[in-house]
Every structure is written in C-alpha cells, then in structure tokens.
C-alpha cells in the first residue's frame, strides 16, 4: 500500500495540476469522511460471511478451515479490504498535516473501495463455491499431485536428504489422504464418496510411476509415521516397509480397506466395488513397475477385501459384495498373467482355492453362498485361458489347472439318497467348458487330466451313472445361451456358457475311450455322441 501511495502520488502530483488540487482542498474532507464506514462495512460482511459459511460447512465437511487458510485467492481478498481500511484510516490522519497524501484519497474512495465493492459479490459466491464437497476434493487431490511433483524435482532433491525436511514431507503426504478418508467418512451423498475413492486411487497411482525417481533416503520412516493412526498396530513391520519402500502405498491400501468394510456394512455395493476397482487399478500399476512389493501387498489386500465380504456375508445373508470383490481381483490376476508374473499368479490362484472351499463350507447352512462356489470357479477358468493365451510354461499350466480341478474334491461331493459321492454339476461344467477350451487351441494332454478327474468319480458312483451325468452337463452346456434374462452388478453374461461348444462331440469322443479303458472289465453303455447319430 505504501508503494501504491507513492505511485499514485508521483504519476498524479496535485499540487501541478491547479483543478485537482483546488477540487481537493475544497473536497478533501467531504470525499474521506464516509469511507471509513463504508470499508467496515464491508470488512465486517466479508468476515461474517467467512464465519457463516465455513462454520456450517465444516460441520460436514472437515479440514474446510485448514484449506481456506492456505488459499491464497482469499486471503488476498480479505487482505485487501483490510489494507483498504487501514489505509482509509492513515489518510484521515495525514489529511491536515500533509498535503501530498491529499491525491491518495482518489485512490482510495475513487480506485481501492470500488473494486473492493465490485468484487464483494464474486467473493461471496467463490466462497459458497469454495465449500463445495466436490471442489473441496480436487482442491486437496490437487494440492497433493504438486507435493508429488515436488517430491521428485531435481532441485528438491538435496533436501530429502534432512530428515526434518523428509519428516514433514511424509506428514504432509499423509495428511492428504487422512483428509479424503475423513470426507469419505463424513460426506452422506455417494457421488462425493465415489469421487474420493476415485482421488485416493488416482494418487496412489501417480506416487507408484515416480517412485523410483525419489530419493532412497525419502523411504526411511520417520516417527509421525510410526505413530500415524494406520500404523499403530504395525510396529513390528516398519523395517521390512522401509525395505520395501512400500510406506504410502500401505497407508493408502489400509484406508482402502477401512472405506470398504464400512461401506460393506452400510450397504454401499456399488461404492464397496469401487474400492476393490481402485485397488486392482494400483496392483495394475505395481504390476508396470514391476515392484514385487507392493504386488504382494495388493495380493494380500483383495485377500482381506474377500475375509471382510465372507463375514458380512455370513451375518447378513448377502454375497453381492463377494460377486463383485472376485471380479476385480480376478482382473488384476490376470493383469499379473499377462506381464508373466508366474510366482505371484500360482500364489494367487491358490489363494482363490482355499476361499472356493471355505464358501463351499459356509454355503451348507447359508443358502446365499451356494452361488459363490460356481462365480469362484468361473473366475478361475477365465484366469486359466488367459494363461493359456499368454503361452506361459505347460509346467504351470498343468499345476494350475490340477489346482483348478481340485475345487471339485474340495467343494463339490454331496450325498443323494442312496448316500452315494456324487459330483457337484455345476463345477464340473465349468471343467468340461476348461476341455472344450483346451480342444480348441490342441492341448490334448490338459484334456486327458480334465477327463481322467471326471473319471475318478467311477469309483464312488457306476460309469452309467457317471455316463449319464456328463451327457446332462454337455447337453446344458450345448443349449446355453451368452446372456442371462436378468441383470446383476456385473452385467447378464452367463456363467454357464462356453464359446467353445462346438468341441462337444470331439470332448465326448475321448471321454468315452477313457470311460472304456477304465472300465473295459464291466459292459457299460457308452455316451451317446449327438453328431455321430446326424
């Protein structure tokens, strides 16, 4: 303001030019005296204003106070009224004493107070606009892709080297994301809640493609982490993280898995699948950067994302949030299938084994669950084309598809009435869709394993039984339809359908040389091959 004083004064000097000063001696009084009112006025709108709506919308929307604080298009505003004010205030006192402070009093009646009217307004309303759940948002996404950018700017690069500096950049890092984890919980309305978990992904992702050009030293954790409320019951990992180099990525991973339980809970499915999307999205992200790490935390992740849908599910009677869960962990699988991460797929796929059989258990007294067993084992049999798509060694192929056939022992034998081991219909349809699979692209051997497990149930039931029950399937199998006549969150794509139906004939033709050899003791009918009757 004292520059601007100057200014005005050298570039209008009344006391050269005799109608201005003759206006302003005659006029001087007059022009100041109704300001000071007017400046108060203002400044008393514009911080009542301030007051009213940030108290109220920081009831429902927290840390608004802190963001207003540090944006700086405000803060000039309500500057600028006060500095108006005082300067309205400094002139009155100079008026008498000083004339060459008598041409200030344009720029401040005819110049400062009319912008500063003319802007009150626009400020109102950029204020109301400002309190807004969704730009509150982006404002903080915002502020925290800069922090990002700056993290790995060569200039700051020495710095990273303090641990001071280190510390409070890691504060401030997840100081962003407890900020969208407090909206995620406060906000009612599912498109902000949507909108969050779409900002916390999308921030996870963009620090996992930079993390390599940051200093190692950012990677050792200081103790605001430690004694960050995520990490409280991870004492004894903090070494291996720091190994790692995985901190961030956690804290968000956890936060993922706080928003879904909740949502879960509150019966939030769309937003609860949202948060399993984002996760598979970042495992997807871990997966291009081949950081084993964190594909292992996001493996571990879907896996507690499936613990917290099975114990909903079981209290609730509900398997939708384990419908949609297995989606999107059977998407990243496949993510890690086709950058040929062998070790973590046979991890997962095993993993995927041991819940088809915990829900086979679960579904014996709650009927909901049956339907899982069959949408795990459908995820599976997609997993295991793509690995057939992506050439990947027959070793593996042949040890996952001996995982995959074990669902049947695990999950599938019921009793009839006659207490005779029957095999579960449905998982074996979903085998012999497997074989069709393996027909098309001629791997014979995968077939033969497919058959000689089918044929392991001649054991406990007879090979006309046995016979009839693969002509059922196959019958079903050649019938079905692509879509199903109603819709789930997923769409109406049947479960049941195979692309490869047109492989029946050739698929019963070898069951039945193998049904033969195996019982070529006993005469029994063989299954009826529909082509070979056209």
Request: with cysteine.
């Amino acid at each position: 303001m004292f520059l601007a004083d100057i200014f005005f004064s050298t570039v209008i000097p009344a006391n050269k030019i005799p109608v201005l000063e003759s206006f302003l001696k005659s006029q001087s009084r007059l022009i100041i005296d109704f300001a000071p009112e007017i400046w108060l006025t203002l400044l008393g709108l514009v911080l009542g204003t301030l007051i009213i709506v940030i108290s109220i919308a920081s009831q429902s929307t927290p840390k608004l106070i802190d963001l207003y604080i540090s944006d700086q298009t405000s803060l000039l505003y309500v500057w600028y009224i006060t500095s108006g004010s005082v300067h309205n205030l400094f002139l009155q006192i100079e008026l008498v004493n000083n004339q060459a402070y008598k041409v200030n009093i344009l720029l401040n009646t005819y110049v400062m107070l009319p912008i500063a009217l003319l802007l009150a307004i626009p400020y109102v309303l950029y204020i109301l606009r400002y309190t807004k759940t969704s730009n509150v948002i982006e404002k903080i996404f915002a502020d925290n892709m800069v922090r990002l950018e700056r993290l790995v700017h060569p200039a700051n690069q020495p710095l990273l080297e303090n641990p001071k500096t280190v510390s409070s950049y890691q504060h401030r890092l997840f100081e962003s994301l407890n900020q969208m984890d407090d909206l995620l919980e406060y906000v009612s309305f599912k498109e902000p809640k949507g909108d969050v978990i779409n900002k916390m992904g999308e921030t996870i992702r963009s620090y996992i493609k930079i993390k390599d050009q940051i200093n190692p030293t950012f990677f050792k954790i200081s103790t605001l982490i430690r004694n960050d409320v995520s990490f409280k019951t991870m004492t004894g990992q903090f070494d291996d993280i720091e190994k790692e180099r995985t901190f961030y990525e956690q804290k968000g991973y956890r936060l993922f898995g706080n928003a879904y339980l909740k949502l879960i809970d509150k019966d939030f499915f769309d937003l609860a699948s949202l948060c399993a999307s984002e996760l598979a999205s970042c495992g997807k992200a871990a997966i291009e950067q081949k950081d084993d790490p964190l594909i292992n935390a996001t493996i571990i992740r879907f896996n507690t994302f499936l613990r917290f849908g099975i114990k909903h599910g079981l209290r609730n009677g509900e398997a939708r949030n384990l419908y949609n869960a297995i989606f999107h962990y059977s998407e990243f699988i496949k993510e890690m299938v086709n950058h040929r991460f062998l070790q973590h797929t046979k991890k997962s796929f095993f993993y995927l084994k041991i819940y088809v059989s915990e829900i086979y258990r679960h579904s014996l007294k709650e009927p909901s669950f049956a339907f899982l067993v069959d949408v795990f084992t459908w995820e599976m049999k997609k997993i295991l084309v793509q690995v057939s798509k992506n050439e990947l060694p027959i070793s593996l192929q042949e040890e996952l598809l001996d995982i995959f056939l074990q669902i049947d022992n695990l999950a599938g034998y019921d009793q009839d009435l006659t207490h005779k081991r029957r095999f579960n219909q449905n998982i074996r349809l979903f085998h012999i869709a497997m074989a069709l699979y393996y027909l098309r692209v001629d791997k014979k051997s995968l077939v033969e394993a497919i058959i000689e497990d089918i044929l392991e149930d001649h054991h406990y039931i007879g090979g006309d039984d046995l016979g009839k029950d693969i002509i059922s399937i196959c019958k079903r199998l050649e019938t079905s339809s692509p879509t199903f006549w109603e819709d789930t969150d997923r769409g109406n794509a049947n479960l049941y359908f195979s692309e490869d139906k047109e492989f029946l004939p050739n698929f019963i033709t070898m069951f039945n040389e193998h049904l033969n050899h195996a019982i070529s003791y006993k005469s029994t009918p063989q299954v009826s091959n529909k082509s070979d009757k056209e």
